[in-house]
């Protein structure tokens, strides 16, 4: 079993997904329990992998045998088994939540939803553990339909958020492919490992560029990295509470990955940081994301919309620490990614349980909302403080990290910018729990703290508390325990050459 | 120096950190057991830190580590005897100003009195954990800690006033947090460690224009507590907080853990030698002599008798940091000395404030005529307080100033001596008028003429600050060895 766990980690949400229809038809309530069990698996398959990865290295598997250049391979190093980790954890805590939230928003739709929730697990899993180009496009685009199509079954203005998002991220599939098949045309080659070697002979040769230009920017596209964003906040805004929690979560991350793997795996990292003044650029419009998401976030009313100005910002954060190129940098980047993921999972669940509970997502609604939901919005502010970068929340580590890599790169625009930017996150986050906790009184001499008008406590129900709780507890401590994750996983997923 | 691995240090930050869960848990319905659980922390608290005092005084060291991040980056409580004054400070404070907070906020009626227990209760977790932090990270991590939990009560009237004071506060201190965070970074680079060392550890591993950066960003970040002028403001704006928040965190915690850090960035990280050799201290020292005269003259300025008290701890706490500044064995342990003995002077001086406003709601000190006859166990011990901070002996005021005055001169700095003096001279003229008119003056008729003192638990936590402030100025090595603790930090640091 463990040997073929590569494989089945992607197989098993597949087929399960086209049996939850069978099931779900048979009988509904069946569908929770099944994906539950199935994500559970996924999970265990991504830990098992993560210890064989630990233990033995990296892991090579053929598909049906065939040996690579011509067979698709499924290489699966310390960067990866990662990424599977996280994406797996956090879909399945997603799908707890969903239960109620779901039951509430898409009573009618339970069973696709589920189907197709399973079909964009598959695609993220897919993405992370393949090791063929083509492949990985393969599975960007079951990702991708299979997020289009969860968005636009959500509010009213989902469908057109939706569309929107297909013709952009289907530009963006479409640069992935033309980048995919001019590496073809010049190498005749699909297989990463096998690029990475035929490559560097070819690095002057400019249909290699345009490749590598091509590549980026599809990738940019869909981890919504400034300026190619502009779908983001609509689509997330308007999905169901539950995929926004998901998608936020594990999407950007996993277009961050793929992104990490064009500049430091396809490519050497001499190429992306050398020949092609790439980590520069990246750099500077990472740079205008962060500040541009923070101050955007700033301006919305909407809760879910001010988070995705914040995701954008987040993406931005992911990419500056891989543009400084070192390995201070990129051991941020990476850490960020596991932070951000349950930063953004967590911040986006607290907004759907509000959403469940009160119906409102406006900010100005939350006056007193943390004593109808104070679970709710206590993990509301712990996540927004390690978006904020307050330790111990993990949110400080990594960017205590990615301050460390801007100085070996000797970038101080670059360190002040982080610290600009966690400034005015503090500004967009404060605002929201200034608003919750506090209610601007009269000054009165005689005070008369009794006569709060009483309001009942009404949590979000059980099934959606602990999932948040879950959450909370990583932010928690993923932080102190950071130092054991760079040492065990991350310091090996960084190229050695750094 | 013997070092030994000891869980108290981590017992000492944990304690009140349950309590505030435990706080939490029990809330509005069983107000009683909520304030035992404050109680209680802060006694046990006060145990843990106190069962630590005969190590050092061994000249040991205890440390536990929590966990390690990177090679030379700890997450790390050590306690040395510079850290155990502070902790012992704050400590032993918080029980006067937990029981003096019960009968303020019931006195007074308050609204989310959990949410003030709780948030005071993970400030004294932050504050010890500051106290005991055995590198700039572990340092740097408690410090963000205090300033969040701080946020709460600062704006804990939720009028628009507090509100704003709230949000000044968060501006200035985590903009200082972030300035921190940089100037930690680059020394972890430039070094490979952050662990503090009596002496300093950075000397030779920077180039002169890398350290006066450095420096300058360490000096802004943790004077932003400290509250050295220009970077003040948010001090006086914060006295909207509830007294007993005025008088243990900005008396006490939260602008101390400031000068704690400054001190800590002068003695332990650059080091007398290295602070001499490039003509900082200089630098530091006539800026925080311009603080110490400013503050002292706008303190005279300030009718509302918080905002008083306010300017006169900026003023205390510069003097402080000049202390340390100066680097000469005397003046270090002054400023040191002067760490614990404003601490009990200034509560004692709050807590006065506190019990005026609950009894009369007066907050003006010019309302304050023929007070003395109403309430003269308080009066009394505002005079007390009083008198220490202007350092008149036999007060614990006058020693910490003598000690002050000598090291100048060993400094050969003649004119920090004056600035000493002058602000003494000015503290007696923005205090004794409030005692003049407390006692002297008579009764306005809004005043009561008759015995009419606040809860006992207000007039009992003042009281004993005040008499504390006495004792220590005349054994200045009773209770908890401050003195013995003083000049072992001392010999540490300068290596004698």
Known sequence: ?498 | MEVISSIRPLLAVMVSLIAACLIVLTGERARNLRELWTILASVSKFIIVASMIPFIIQGKTLEYTIISLAPGLLLQLRVDAFGLLFGVLASTLWIATSLYSIGYMRGLNEHAQTRYFFCFAIALSATMGIAFAGNLLTLFVFYEVLTIATYPLVAHKETPEAIKAGRKYLAYTLTAGVVILLASAITYRLTGTLDFKPGGFLAGHASADMLRFLFVALIIGFGVKAAIMPIHEWLPTAMIAPTPVSALLHAVAVVKAGVFGVLRVILYVFGPGLLHDSGLWLILAYFVSFTIIGAAMLALAQDNLKRRLAFSTINNLAIIILGAALLSPSAIKGGMLHMANHGFMKITLFFVAGAIYVKTHKENVSELDGLGRQMPLTMGSFAIGAMGVTGIPPLCGFISKWYLCLGSLEAHEIVFLFVFLTSAFLDAAFFFPIVYRAFFKNPKEDVNPHFNEASMFMVIPLMTTAVASLVLGIFPNALVHFYEIVTLAVQNILGG
């Not at chain 1, 929770?32 to 994500?39: A, D, Q, S």
């Open chain 1, 1 to 498: 079993m463990i040997t073929h766990a590569p494989i089945l980690i992607i197989v098993t949400p597949l087929i399960s997904a086209f049996f939850n229809i069978l099931i779900g038809l048979w009988r509904r309530w069946l569908c929770y329990p099944f994906v539950i069990t199935v994500l559970s698996a996924c999970v265990f398959s991504s830990i098992a992998i993560l210890d064989t990865v630990i233990n033995y290295g990296t892991i090579h598997y053929k598909l049906g045998g065939w040996t690579p250049p011509w067979g698709i391979e499924y290489v699966i190093d310390h960067l990866n088994a990662f990424m599977a980790v996280i994406v797996s954890f956090i879909s399945l805590i997603v799908a707890v939540y969903s239960k109620r939230s779901i039951e509430q928003e898409l009573s009618e739709k339970i069973v696709y939803f589920y189907t197709i929730y399973l079909l964009l697990v598959t695609g993220l899993l897919g993405i992370i553990v393949t090791g063929d180009v083509f492949n990985l496009y393969v599975f960007l685009e079951i990702a991708s339909l299979a997020g289009y199509a969860l968005i636009a079954i959500g509010e009213d203005r989902a469908p057109l958020a939706s569309f929107e998002y297909v013709i952009i991220g289907t530009v963006g599939a479409c640069f992935y492919l033309l980048g995919v098949g001019y590496l073809y045309i010049v190498t005749g080659s699909l297989n990463m490992t096998d690029l990475s070697q035929l490559l560097p002979n070819l690095y002057h040769s400019k249909v290699v560029l345009v490749a590598f230009a091509f590549l980026m920017v599809g990738v940019a596209v869909k981890m919504a990295f400034f300026p190619l964003h502009v779908w983001l906040p609509d689509a997330y805004t308007y999905a169901p509470s539950t995929v926004s929690a998901l998608v936020a979560a594990t999407m950007t991350k996993v277009g961050a990955y793929v992104m990490i793997r064009i500049m430091f795996t396809l490519f050497k990292p001499y190429f992306s940081i050398e020949l092609l003044p790439v980590t520069t650029v990246l750099g500077w419009i990472a740079v205008v994301a962060m500040m541009f998401g923070c101050i955007f976030a700033m301006a919305q009313s909407d809760l879910k919309r001010m988070l995705c100005y914040i995701l954008i910002a987040e993406v931005g954060y992911i990419v500056l620490g891989v543009s400084f190129a070192n390995r201070m940098g990129l051991t941020g980047a990476i850490l960020h990614i596991l932070n951000d993921a349950f930063m953004m999972a967590c911040l986006f669940s607290v907004a759907g349980a509000i959403m469940y509970k009160i119906g409102k997502r406006d900010i100005k609604d939350f006056r007193h909302l943390h004593r109808k939901m104070p679970f709710t919005m206590a993990a509301f502010t712990i996540a927004a403080l390690s978006v904020i970068g307050i330790p111990p929340t993990c949110g400080f580590f990594s960017k205590w990290y990615l301050i460390l890599g801007a100085i070996d790169a000797q970038q101080w625009i670059f360190a002040v910018a982080l610290m600009i930017s966690s400034l005015l996150s503090a500004i967009v986050f404060f605002r929201v729990i200034e608003n919750t906790y506090f209610e601007p009184r009269v000054p009165v001499h005689a005070h008369n703290g009794g006569t709060h008008e009483e309001i009942k406590m009404d949590e979000a129900p059980l099934s959606m508390l602990i999932p948040i709780f879950i959450m909370v507890a990583g932010i928690l401590t993923l932080g102190i325990f950071s130092g054991k994750i760079i040492s065990n996983v991350i310091q090996f997923a960084v190229p050695a050459s750094f």
